[in-house]
């Protein structure tokens, strides 16, 4: 099978197809997304060696359980162990043995075929196209936020970063709340943020110091969270979403002195973000820059890269 796989270069290679075990299916790939987890592995991002991946649609061929075969699927990221403390206590996605598709352990969706814990599968329902339904796991990841904060109308919200996951982000807290503004640089990014996600847009430096009661970092930089510091009002909570290669260093005294509560947030649940898709509350097809084929996975790994892009997706199979 073609895959795109990361040894500390890129690589374009044909590879056996994988083989699942007894708890595993096997998915042939359909439509996969680059993520900018993605882009920060191939910089050193978690040390991952192996096909890359996370964000995808397929079709499962092979399964322990049959009623899943020839259903189109989307897959939950982080495979646990089941015995741990954290599986014990309901938290898989923070087991201690995880594996995490394509970031951490287990080879990815960068391929024709994957294999993934049958206990990960969501179905897609009919109604959701492949090219909504890739955005699964970026938008429940944004969910997250509501599960870990009791977010209300009246909060004035602010979400820091114009590129995809900030969109989403946007997306899902508009939702709740009529407080929320995107913040970014990018004139134009923001205004196609806005015409195609219908979130208000700002510029970062036009927003008052310590005005907003929750700071939602999206911006892939280490930069933004010196920027949710100043933007969060004492007793505020900033909430952390980006990953990235490198350690930044914060003024934490600023945390502190201002009692911020800051709140790390990552993978999220599949059900409302597909619930969400079906029922066009979020709509994020309008987010994708370009599709490419298999065959020219590499050039699509570099479009992803290019500064102003937003989602680059890799048709694996129709």
Request: glycine share 10%; aromatic share 6%.
């Amino acid at each position: 099978m073609l895959a795109l796989t990361f040894d500390g270069q890129l690589n374009l290679e044909d590879r056996p197809r994988p083989r699942p075990r007894a708890d595993e299916a096997l998915v042939r790939v359909r439509l996969a997304g680059i993520c900018n987890t993605d882009l920060e592995i191939v910089r050193g991002y978690m040390g991952f060696e192996g096909v890359l991946g996370h964000e995808f649609t397929g079709v499962v061929e092979e399964c322990a359980n049959r009623r899943w075969i020839g259903r189109r699927v989307v897959a939950e990221i982080n495979a646990s162990c089941g015995a741990c403390a954290m599986c014990e206590r309901g938290l898989e996605r923070h087991c201690f043995n995880r594996t995490v598709t394509g970031i951490a352990g287990r080879d990815g969706a960068f391929a024709e075929y994957v294999t993934v814990p049958i206990g990960n599968l969501h179905e897609i329902r009919k109604s959701i196209p492949d090219t909504r339904a890739v955005f699964t796991e970026p938008l429940a990841a944004c969910f997250e936020i509501l599960e870990q904060l009791d977010v209300r109308m009246k909060h004035r919200i602010a979400v820091i970063g114009d590129g995809k996951l900030g969109a989403l982000a946007a997306g899902v807290l508009c939702t709740v709340s009529d407080g929320v503004v995107l913040l970014g640089k990018h004139e134009d990014k923001m205004a196609r943020i806005s015409q195609s996600m219908g979130v208000r847009t700002a510029f970062f430096s036009s927003q008052p110091q310590q005005s907003f009661d929750i700071v939602v970092e999206c911006s892939g930089s280490p930069s933004g969270l010196e920027a949710a510091a100043d933007l969060v009002r004492p007793r505020g909570t900033i909430v952390l979403k980006s990953t990235y290669h490198g350690s930044p260093c914060p003024d934490t005294s600023r945390w502190v002195v201002n009692e911020i509560q800051v709140l790390g947030s990552r993978c999220g649940p599949f059900a409302p973000a597909l619930n969400a898709l079906r029922g066009g509350d979020i709509n994020p097809e309008p987010l994708i820059d370009a599709t490419y084929a298999a065959r020219d996975a590499l050039q699509a790994i570099h479009h992803a890269q290019k500064p102003g892009v937003f989602k680059i997706l890799i048709q694996f199979s129709q």
